[in-house]
């Protein structure tokens, strides 16, 4: 059963804007953070942007006052609005969140979707 799905990829010029959205099954119990992480070929997967259930929120430097995470927990839902897109943002992104329990155990990411793919390009 896939338990978070992205939606809100696709081709976009550079300077436009793309909206993510992730939607996290109620199956998993006691989520505390999400975040967005992106992984373009040949690079490594980063963290663009994360964000608590209470809405504290951190971005990778790259994309600080571009991007913007929020989330509505009463849809277990996380966004991503992108805007004034660059063509180094062209990469999957995926969405990721973590349980409480995790947290306290110094865990990462327990839970991944499959990855909306973003490509930024005229």
């Known amino acids: 059963q896939v338990q978070l799905v992205e939606s809100g990829g696709g081709l976009v010029q550079p300077g436009g804007s793309l909206r993510l959205s992730c939607a996290a099954s109620?199956?998993?119990?006691?989520?505390?953070?999400m975040g967005w992480y992106r992984q373009a070929p040949g690079k490594q997967r980063e963290l663009v942007a994360a964000?608590?259930?209470?809405?504290?929120?951190n971005y990778a430097d790259s994309v600080k006052g571009r991007f913007t995470v929020s989330r509505d927990n009463t849809k277990n839902t996380m966004y991503l609005q992108m805007n004034s897109l660059k063509p180094e943002d062209t990469a999957v992104y995926y969405c990721?969140?973590?349980?409480?329990?995790?947290?306290?155990?110094?865990?990462?990411?327990?839970?991944w979707g499959k990855g909306t793919l973003v490509t930024v390009s005229s």
């Open positions: 990721a969140a973590r349980t409480i329990l995790t947290i306290i155990r110094g865990g990462g990411m327990d839970y």
């Open positions: 109620e199956s998993i119990l006691n989520i505390n953070d």
């Open positions: 964000i608590t259930r209470g809405g504290s929120t």
